[in-house]
């Protein structure tokens, strides 16, 4: 089992609750995209699945391991083996691209390799054949502050893939990405999942693109899940329902009619507004 979370709970320190009994599990190399309209729950249910947050209620197992029965070192160790792709990807404006990429595997070097890795890149191939996946590699050697919002995505995938992780989870992964750079990220993704055995999880605004590449979708409202179903299951009645707090589906959607819904996987890929 590469997850498994049991009556989940989570509340903000405002008071406001992000998720409610939640219970899931998927096992090595499953393929999950996570839907639902703002303010669900999907960014709070990576960051309990990547050891980042601890949830107020429930149990969680993560890579056959307890993350919160571990003592500090061997939580490192479980990190290290999770890999996030995050919305606005958190890294420091004036390191350079590779040293970025790099960073994916400080967690599994020893504390000299990582030092001697920042200061002197030990593995410029391997960070030049991530960033070739994702049509960035003539940034190498750039630095980050100079790269444009959806260049900087890409980084942050590219750094996972570098990674190698055992269960990679993805928040809104292509968000800042135009049509066909978002649609050959998630791609990659797929393709490192299948490549490794590693469990992808990815919280997406564009329904299509989960419908197209995720043989499992689970819908998300108000912390709670709404629906757990293949792909394939999926009408546009059930994401309606979903996106009824903001007056329906996301803009692309919108149109999609209930014998249209099963179009979409094969559909170009229509995005959300992108800035």
Known sequence: MSFSIDAVGVVHPN????????????HAGERVAVIGPSGAGKTTLLRVLGAALRPAEGQVRLLDAP?????????????????????????PPRLRVVTAVLSGRLGQWSAARAIASLLRPSDIAGAHE???RL???????????????GQLQRVGVARVLYQRPALLLADEPVSALDPTLADTTVRELVAQSEATGATL?????????ALRWFPRVIGMR??????????????SAMLDTLYASEGGLPAAHAAAQPSAVS?????????PDCP
Do not use: N, Y
């Open 263 to 271: 179009a979409l996987h094969e559909a170009p890929f229509l995005p």
């Open 135 to 149: 049509a960035l590699e003539d940034r190498l050697f750039e630095r980050c502050d100079r790269l444009s919002g």
């Open 222 to 235: 108000d912390g709670r899940v709404m629906f757990d179903r293949p792909a394939a299951e999926i009408d």
């Open 67 to 91: 993350p919160w029965q571990l003592d500090r070192a061997a939580l490192k160790r479980l990190r290290a083996r999770i890999g996030t792709v995050h919305q606005a990807p958190p890294i």
């Open 130 to 132: 991530a960033l070739s």
């Open 201 to 209: 999880v990815a919280s997406l605004h564009a329904v299509d693109l």
């Open 15 to 26: 008071g406001q609750r992000a998720l409610a009994g939640v219970s899931l599990a998927a």
